[in-house]
């Protein structure tokens, strides 16, 4: 019995770390999902061509550095632990198609717990970035990832917006 204890939470550290590989991705994709909006709003107010100015945001670091980060993260691992509690509880009397299940069905909900905390916090970069666009005439923004050369870096001006500093 110990052994398939041992076994489940061998599996469940392995689905976990699945998981964070998962939250990684999401986060990036998110990230590159705000540039794209951050990149089509600063075309619909964009200047003639001629004028035109590039600026990117780094958008990670406003995420990691957002004063609602701290917060939303030990939500979020509190989640995490009580998933992880709940498959503990849970799985020893189920095969392996309903643990597959149970995984599924947890991972799913921790996701979009993920997704409600992350949620204000981007929106609130989203409106300091826009605010930022706006002061600095910038018809374009895009990720800090995507620039080879040139580009104003408004990265520290949409945190002075965010944090009021």
Known sequence: MILGLRSDLIYYERR???LMITMKKQLFSLAFA???ILGTWGNVQAAPAATASVGYVDVLYL???HPDTAQANA?????QDAVKLEFETKSPGLNDQEKLNLDRQLRQRLDQKRLELLKPI???ILVAANAVVAEKGLSIVISKNEVVCGGLDITADVMKKITGK
């Open 34 to 36: 705000l540039c794209l």
């Open 75 to 79: 939500i979020l691992k509190t989640e």
């Open 63 to 65: 995420i990691n550095q």
């Open 16 to 18: 976990f770390n699945q």
């Open 122 to 124: 981007t929106d609130k």
